[in-house]
């Protein structure tokens, strides 16, 4: 079977009449074209150009590849029109693949704003700590939290959103017992999966019992409210929470930057488009809650 992306580089050094010149004007390096080339040949099984002192000129099975080539092209373009074309209309499946935390305490009023604004489009949220493949269809778009921008995968198209900062949280009753005295001993809330950071012991609330383990986020954050003690929150969970307070002495810390992406050729669907737009905006409008802006230090 004939790999299409071979042929590609086939015709544009056909149209080109160099290897060079094709390599540039497909943005690869010289090697990649000669690679290609030689695989369709290899397919094929004759040789597809005699290499001059001028350049690249097809052999004979060349002009015939490149005839069919053309028309091969042709029919692609054919069918990417008319499959983008009907794409165009503000309807159909829109999948979202986010971390449970960002969909349940951040975003989900976004999401039904959306929704009310497009009623003909299929929204479905894929929260789960798994990340989906974008590159395979698992989703149209992702909504990520990326420490190192660098990690980002190339073929992905980013838009960058605000950053993210957490913080250290109590219940606010809680927070008022110790001040008042209480002895009974302060736990650090933890997810199972992770420990008890060093710096858990910096503020002016110390650690004094035993952890409490949870195997998931809303079970933490629920023992929190019930006053067990304190851990790290995302600010956009904790400041927005009225029953928890920041604890004194703690600083804020980078998680990272929500970046919004897609791939190919699904950003260019007009669905893709109204919702990246859309939900650009509103994480700007989140902008302090997520920095930690809007939230102070209990004091």
């Given at each position: 079977?004939?790999?299409?992306?071979?042929?590609?580089?086939?015709?544009?050094?056909?149209?080109?009449?160099?290897?060079?010149?094709?390599?540039?004007?497909?943005?690869?390096?010289?090697?990649?074209?000669?690679r290609?080339?030689?695989?369709?040949?290899?397919?094929?099984?004759?040789?597809?150009?005699?290499?001059?002192p001028?350049?690249?000129?097809?052999?004979?099975a060349?002009?015939?590849?490149?005839?069919?080539?053309?028309?091969?092209e042709?029919?692609?373009?054919?069918?990417?029109s008319r499959?983008?074309?009907?794409?165009?209309?503000v309807?159909?499946?829109?999948?979202?693949t986010l971390?449970?935390?960002?969909?349940?305490?951040?975003?989900?009023?976004?999401?039904?704003?959306f929704?009310?604004?497009?009623?003909d489009?299929?929204?479905?949220i894929l929260?789960?700590?798994?990340?989906?493949?974008?590159?395979?269809?698992e989703?149209?778009?992702?909504?990520?939290?990326?420490?190192?921008?660098?990690?980002?995968?190339l073929?992905?198209?980013?838009?960058?959103?605000?950053e993210?900062?957490?913080?250290?949280?109590?219940?606010?009753?809680?927070?008022?017992?110790?001040?008042?005295?209480a002895?009974?001993?302060?736990?650090?809330?933890?997810?199972?999966?992770?420990g008890?950071?060093?710096w858990?012991?910096?503020?002016?609330?110390?650690?004094t019992?035993v952890?409490?383990?949870?195997?998931d986020?809303?079970?933490?954050?629920?023992?929190?409210?019930q006053?067990?003690?304190?851990?790290?929150?995302?600010?956009?969970?904790?400041?927005?929470?009225?029953?928890?307070?920041?604890?004194?002495?703690?600083?804020?810390?980078m998680?990272g930057?929500?970046?919004?992406?897609t791939?190919?050729?699904?950003?260019?669907t007009?669905?893709?488009?109204?919702?990246?737009?859309?939900?650009?905006?509103?994480?700007?409008?989140?902008?302090?809650?997520?920095?930690?802006q809007?939230?102070?230090p209990?004091?």
């Amino acid at each position: 079977m004939i790999d299409w992306d071979d042929v590609r580089y086939f015709l544009a050094v056909a149209r080109a009449g160099s290897v060079r010149a094709a390599a540039k004007r497909l943005e690869v390096n010289h090697s990649t074209v000669l690679r290609r080339i030689a695989q369709l040949e290899a397919r094929l099984g004759t040789r597809m150009y005699d290499k001059m002192p001028s350049g690249y000129r097809l052999t004979l099975a060349g002009e015939e590849v490149l005839e069919l080539a053309e028309r091969m092209e042709a029919s692609s373009h054919q069918l990417e029109s008319r499959v983008f074309g009907r794409d165009q209309n503000v309807r159909g499946l829109l999948r979202v693949t986010l971390a449970p935390p960002v969909a349940t305490h951040l975003l989900m009023p976004d999401f039904a704003d959306f929704a009310r604004l497009h009623p003909d489009i299929e929204i479905e949220i894929l929260s789960s700590g798994e990340l989906a493949n974008l590159t395979n269809r698992e989703a149209d778009v992702a909504v990520r939290v990326v420490y190192d921008r660098k990690t980002l995968p190339l073929n992905l198209h980013g838009l960058k959103g605000p950053e993210v900062f957490g913080g250290v949280y109590i219940s606010s009753d809680r927070l008022a017992a110790w001040r008042a005295g209480a002895s009974d001993p302060i736990r650090w809330v933890v997810i199972s999966m992770h420990g008890i950071p060093e710096w858990a012991s910096e503020g002016e609330v110390r650690v004094t019992g035993v952890p409490f383990r949870t195997t998931d986020g809303e079970a933490q954050i629920a023992a929190l409210r019930q006053g067990l003690g304190m851990t790290t929150l995302p600010c956009f969970i904790g400041d927005a929470d009225p029953l928890l307070a920041r604890v004194p002495g703690t600083d804020l810390h980078m998680y990272g930057t929500l970046w919004l992406l897609t791939q190919g050729e699904t950003r260019k669907t007009k669905r893709v488009q109204l919702f990246t737009e859309f939900l650009s905006r509103r994480l700007a409008a989140h902008a302090p809650l997520l920095t930690g802006q809007s939230g102070t230090p209990a004091r």
